[in-house]
Nanobody, 116 residues
Framework: EVQLVESGGGLVQPGGSLTLSCAAS????????MSWVRQASGKGLEWVSAIYNINRTDYADSMKGRFTISRDDAKNSLYLQMNSLKPEDTAVYYCAILEGAKAGYWGQGTQVTVSS
């Protein structure tokens, strides 16, 4: 059974930082490209970042220079370091399997709220 469990969300002030984690199981994590996506209340899904099995990374333009995606294949874990957070970064953040045998699976999400 595929499981993706996000954690690390919370309330942070503008300009602050958070690191999200995603614990993965039930599929070949090390050979799967992974992604973070987010959804703000009342808005559609927004792609945030992706990391591939050769550690190639991609970011949405609005996240470049502020967010860093990484993975630890030994721990079957995906991370998203978020710096210089803005109120518009407020959303539920999901990790998802982008490519591989189980592409399309999502976690339950973790809420990030950026507010003073």
């Amino acid at each position: 059974e595929v499981q993706l469990v996000e954690s690390g969300g919370g309330l942070v002030q503008p300009g602050g930082s958070l690191t999200l984690s995603c614990a993965a199981s039930g599929f070949p994590f090390s050979s799967s490209a992974m992604s973070w996506v987010r959804q703000a209340s009342g808005k559609g899904l927004e792609w945030v970042s992706a990391i591939y099995n050769i550690n190639r990374t991609d970011y949405a333009d609005s996240m470049k220079g502020r967010f860093t995606i990484s993975r630890d294949d030994a721990k079957n874990s995906l991370y998203l370091q978020m710096n210089s957070l803005k109120p518009e970064d407020t959303a539920v953040y999901y990790c998802a399997i982008l490519e591989g045998a189980k592409a399309g699976y999502w976690g339950q999400g973790t809420q990030v709220t950026v507010s003073s």
